[in-house]
């Protein structure tokens, strides 16, 4: 990997759609732009409207673009949802250098010959994340580069997901002009930069609390063993306020961002604000108790379902670690105190420690260039970094151009998994 590069990531959630650059110098990350674009057309984290989609990544990429004067070619994006399924598999190759030292082409051929399983038809399969490698029966070898072996063996997890919408998301991302390097599993993203190595050890649950649904995800021996997404989460508490307090969807999204608070006890009566309400000409003052007193029992009934979901996945709510909160709806204040409370379990909210993106709604954008860099850089293409140095007038061509490049990008991701078979088969 040459001493700076740059990876650019595309996180598509319901009510934003982000895009940071981050620059990669000598294994260090640096955020260097963020571009923020609402999202109209995704619900409950699924693409209903690609061409609203389309419209907002280009907004986004656009404000990343100016805040560095970098043209944005390729990305990572991520992605989840309830059609993710996790498949135990393992690969098993001979070691093919002639002095038995074992490179990045042994670890890549093990990673294809794990990949050779049966799915059906309407699935694909997205990524393989490695559990243990094994080198002449030797196990429990996180990187096995440098060793001297005969024999390579790789346990690992393979995520499929529907053909449809990944199809979608790429369609989505290729309209906008752009290319996917990388596509990954949004709670493996989210937790290299909210959870720590001891908890993915002993056991933790990553609670991602976005605006169209919330993703529970189960960490255990060091990896991602069980996860779910649920249909709920910060649109619906917008929808009480608006319900309650007579006013649009819109103000609503103002008014729980601005003076929202989770918990009726540290909410303040002195904090008053005033609504636009519908069917009125004149607006109507509310305090903050009376808004947390609408916001409180929608974030208790999203950590109880939290909680029931957890034994539905045959775990309970002792699991050492407890739970790490993230996702845009953990910023509102007084929501670690209410999870503490409903959940009875140690609580906290991870927050990324850079600059620009201190909110635990970038989480996921951050954590994906942070995975990109740690697993994959060496494969990224080498035209990547090219692409990114060239002049800013080269991302400003005509359309006719770009159209003929993209059925060529559009058929990469599921050509490279037959390639992946044709060796084997």
């Not at 999870?339 to 906290?348: I, T």
């Not at 400003?396 to 992946?420: H, I, L, M, N, T």
Request: proline letters at 4%; glycine letters at 10%; one cysteine or more.
């Amino acid at each position: 990997m040459n001493n700076n590069e740059y990876i650019v990531s595309l996180d598509i959630g319901t009510s934003k759609v982000r895009v940071i650059i981050g620059e990669i110098n000598s294994g260090s990350i640096n955020i260097i732009g963020v571009g923020t674009a609402d999202s109209h057309g995704i619900k409950k984290g699924a693409i209903v409207d690609i061409d609203e989609t389309v419209q907002a990544i280009r907004e986004a990429v656009e404000k990343a673009e100016r805040m560095v004067d970098l043209p944005i070619h390729h990305v990572v994006v991520g992605i989840s949802g309830n059609h993710i399924q996790l498949q135990a598999s393992q690969g098993v190759v001979a070691v093919s250098s002639e002095n038995r030292e074992i490179g990045d082409d042994d670890i890549e051929r093990v990673m294809k010959a794990a990949q050779v399983i049966a799915i059906p038809p309407e699935r694909e399969i997205i990524d393989v994340v490695p559990v243990q490698y094994i080198v002449d029966g030797l196990g429990e070898i996180s990187d096995p580069r440098g060793m001297l072996g005969v024999r390579l063996e790789m346990e690992g997890t393979i995520i499929t997901g529907s053909k449809t919408v990944i199809h979608n998301i790429m369609r989505c991302v290729e309209r906008a002009g752009l290319s996917i390097v990388g596509m990954y599993l949004m709670p493996l993203a989210s937790s290299e930069i909210a959870l720590t190595k001891d908890e993915k050890n002993l056991g933790v649950v990553l609670v991602d609390i976005g605006a169209g649904s919330t993703t529970v995800s189960v960490f255990e021996l060091g990896t991602l063993s069980a996860f779910s997404v649920l249909p709920i989460g910060g649109e619906y508490i917008t929808n009480d306020i608006a319900i309650g307090l007579r006013t649009t969807t819109e103000e609503a999204k103002q008014i729980q961002t601005k003076s929202g608070c989770a918990l009726v006890e540290e909410a303040n009566e002195d904090e008053r604000f005033h609504v636009k309400r519908i069917g009125s000409d004149v607006d109507k003052e509310f305090t903050q108790i009376e808004l947390a007193n609408i916001i409180e029992p929608r974030a208790a009934e999203i950590f109880e379902l939290v909680e029931e979901e957890l034994e539905s996945l045959g775990y309970d709510a002792t699991i050492p670690n407890g739970f790490v909160l993230t996702g845009g709806v953990a910023s509102i204040p007084g929501l670690l105190e209410l999870a503490r409370y409903e959940l009875q379990a140690p609580v906290r909210i991870a927050i990324p420690d850079y600059i620009g993106v201190r909110d635990p709604g970038y989480t996921a954008g951050v954590g994906l260039i942070k995975y990109a860099s740690k697993y994959y850089m060496n494969q990224m293409p080498q035209q990547f970094e090219a692409k990114q140095s060239q002049p800013k007038a080269v991302r400003k061509q005509p359309a006719a151009p770009k159209a003929s490049k993209e059925p060529k990008e559009q058929g990469g991701f599921v050509r490279k998994v037959k390639d992946w078979f044709s060796e084997f088969i």
